[in-house]
């Protein structure tokens, strides 16, 4: 079984309010505005990719090659919404043979016949996020993200490889978002 996932972003909006990251940077004026939104881009990405979640809405395509037969399958970017449905296509066509149960670690659940159909390709789509402007990311992750940001302003030209990693702050607080993956 391969599994490919895409995100695909909704809007072109920041997961960051630009004046309090500069705050937060201890940058006063606009001279570097650029690069630090390049650098709050980065952190929110790393973020993402570390917690396995989407931090504003945008749309996951997650398309799964020879699925093995089982109960389910563990959505890998969350959170979603408890009312939210996936579109899910077995090769090519709409099905809906699936429970779903949204959350921080989404799931959806195959109905008992859904395997009789022996699968080549599913895509599920569905929409992740926690919502549509930076005010709606939970604080811990905005904090998280502010001080992933600061380890890259500080350290922009680091002399080795080691000296630019994780913050712990966004270590400790993405572990909390992620899902365990077997």
């Not at 919404?81 to 090519?92: E, I, L, R």
């Amino acid at each position: 079984m391969k599994i490919l996932v895409q995100r695909i972003a909704e809007g072109a909006g920041l997961p960051f309010d630009i004046d309090e990251l500069k705050l937060h940077l201890r940058v006063s004026d606009n001279a570097e505005d650029n690069a630090i939104q390049n650098i709050g881009r980065t952190a929110a990405a790393e973020i993402e990719q570390f917690a396995q979640i989407a931090l504003l809405t945008q749309s996951i395509r997650v398309t799964v090659f020879n699925p093995a037969p089982g109960c389910g399958l563990s959505l890998p970017i969350g959170p979603v919404a408890d009312d939210g449905t996936p579109s899910v296509t077995v090769d090519g066509e709409a099905s809906t043979s699936f429970d779903f149960a949204g959350g921080i670690r989404p799931y959806i659940h195959w109905s008992p016949d859904f395997f009789n159909l022996s699968p080549e390709k599913l895509t599920i789509e569905y929409q992740a996020g926690f919502g549509n402007d930076a005010a709606d990311i939970p604080p811990d992750l905005a904090q998280a993200l502010m001080d992933q940001a600061a380890l890259h302003f500080d350290g922009r030209s680091p002399m080795d490889a080691k000296s630019l990693t994780t913050s712990p702050h966004m270590a400790r607080v993405g572990a909390r978002y992620r899902g365990v993956q077997a």
